[in-house]
């Protein structure tokens, strides 16, 4: 680069960096920023339906703090006979595992108090699963989306990561990047599944319920920022463990420390942010003999809290400031516990990969293009023909894609075809009975 542009690229980086910290210091230091609400009072006011309940940092990040595509920060994988995405992957909202654990919460939250142990032990890994899925979903698609759900063209401009979530809602994109944007309004992240707010008086809201309860993902995350800072703080002793922490009991205490875990997990720096793309990038070679999915994210975790990134020296102790975002460390906790680690999986790996096709599927799916010819066929006229004759299935996996799966200059059999054709009807065929629009309630 020419001098000229690198005087650029360092003015973009620096204004938006101080963006991200003014406006931290917005929804932190000045009431009612961080979970705005709408109001009726003052001037006229024009009321901004989509973003009236998002804060300045939410929309100035735009729905993630980073851009990346599958494959980019985590290897891919096989799963099911198919190809497998694990750092950003459509996963299914239509399993029994996923409704269990997150459609039948409300009835849960209503009925805790009166559980055995045994059922509020089993409520609380479902509870806490379901906060780790609204933690790292990024968006809803359609299933007819899915295979190119990082760039698909919409006719509808509402935000794709401001949609609600309702009980038909088909298939969510997981995001292992997500709780950095998702952290930043915790209140609106939980709100999004609809059918789990308070809707009257009585009713119980799943933040809230979250918030006020110490065994929940949220409150672990409390807990192991308050441990970072208690033995940061000098005039205390180091201790280990996050249960030898004095309890919260005061509900100021308790929003005190909220907003200290809100100070942990925000990026306010264009620095840091970079930082963290390239230590998780630098890291992904490494990850290619993980095997174990849930390891996998795990292992993902560890790396970012323990990536030791430095900024600002201390000016009483000359030290440098080492960032570590310790909140992951409840997300880490998660994945060690047997149960909750089994039932994230359950949802996680429950994506089109699951649904497999045959040869027989392939030749009987795209009857019409194998009838054309009786041996073989050359990879520009497969590509020509199946965009001719199946353009709503070729337009799902993309017409680069589909070059891709061809080799150039190439004579392909009919059974080699259909092998190739099968290993992608999973993202080219949509199911006849799916909802025209996965953000509308039955």
């Known amino acids: ?70 494959d980019d920060l985590i290897p891919r994988t096989k799963l099911y006979n198919a190809e497998f995405n694990r750092d950003l992957r459509v996963y299914s909202a239509l399993t029994d595992q996923y409704k269990d654990t997150v459609h039948n919460l409300k009835t849960g939250m209503q009925q805790f108090e009166g559980m055995s142990e045994t059922d509020k032990d089993a409520f609380k890994h479902k509870f806490r699963v379901a906060e780790m899925l609204a933690l790292c979903t990024k968006k809803a698609v359609k299933q007819k989306e899915s ?37 930043v309004n915790l209140k609106y992240t939980y709100g999004r599944f609809d059918y789990l707010q308070k809707k009257k008086e009585g009713d119980p809201d799943f933040f809230d319920f979250a ?31 996050t249960d030898e922490l004095t309890p919260i009991a005061d509900e100021n205490v308790l929003q005190s420390k909220f907003l200290r875990l809100i100070s942990n997990a925000s990026i306010r720096n264009g620095d840091v942010l970079l930082a963290i793309m390239e230590n998780t990038t630098s890291r992904r070679a490494n990850m290619h003999n993980i095997k174990d999915n849930m390891n996998c994210l795990r292992e993902f975790y560890k790396d970012i809290i323990f990536s030791e990134m430095r900024t600002y020296r201390n000016s009483l102790t000359d030290a440098a400031y080492i960032i570590r975002f310790v909140f992951l460390e409840a997300f880490i906790e998660l994945l060690d516990n047997q149960a909750e680690n089994e039932l994230l999986r359950s949802i996680y790996e429950s994506g089109l990969e699951r649904f497999t096709y045959s040869e027989e599927d392939a030749y009987r799916r795209f009857a019409k ?74």
């Not at 009980?167 to 969510?172: E, L, R």
């Not at 308050?226 to 280990?240: A, G, P, T, V, W």
């Open 1 to 70: 680069m020419d001098e000229e542009l690198k005087r650029l690229l360092f003015f973009i980086k620096s204004f938006y960096g101080i963006k991200l910290y003014e406006y931290y210091d917005v929804i932190t230091e000045q009431e009612h920023e961080l979970f705005p609400e709408s109001t009726v009072e003052g001037e006229v006011y024009k009321s901004d339906g989509w973003f009236k309940r998002t804060n300045q940092l939410q929309r100035f990040v735009n729905g993630a703090y980073f851009t990346y595509l599958p």
């Open 147 to 183: 295979g190119k759900h990082e760039n698909v063209r919409r006719d509808f401009s509402e935000p794709y990561y401001l949609t609600s979530y309702h009980k038909s809602t088909g298939y969510f994109v997981f995001d292992v990047m997500a709780p950095f944007y998702n952290i």
């Open 211 to 241: 918030l006020h309860h110490d065994w929940s993902l949220l409150r672990r995350m409390i807990d192991f920022v308050r441990l970072k800072e208690h033995n940061e703080d000098e005039r205390n002793n180091h201790i280990s463990q």
């Open 369 to 442: 293009f194998f009838d054309s010819f009786k041996t073989n066929k050359k990879n520009t006229a497969i590509v020509s023909d199946l965009l001719r004759l199946y353009p709503d299935e070729m337009s799902r996996i993309g017409e680069s894609q589909l070059k891709n799966l061809f080799s150039e200059k190439q004579q392909y059999s009919r059974k080699d075809i259909a092998r190739v054709l099968s290993e992608k009807m999973n993202v080219m065929v949509v199911d006849a009975v799916e909802m025209d629009n996965p953000d509308i309630e039955e």
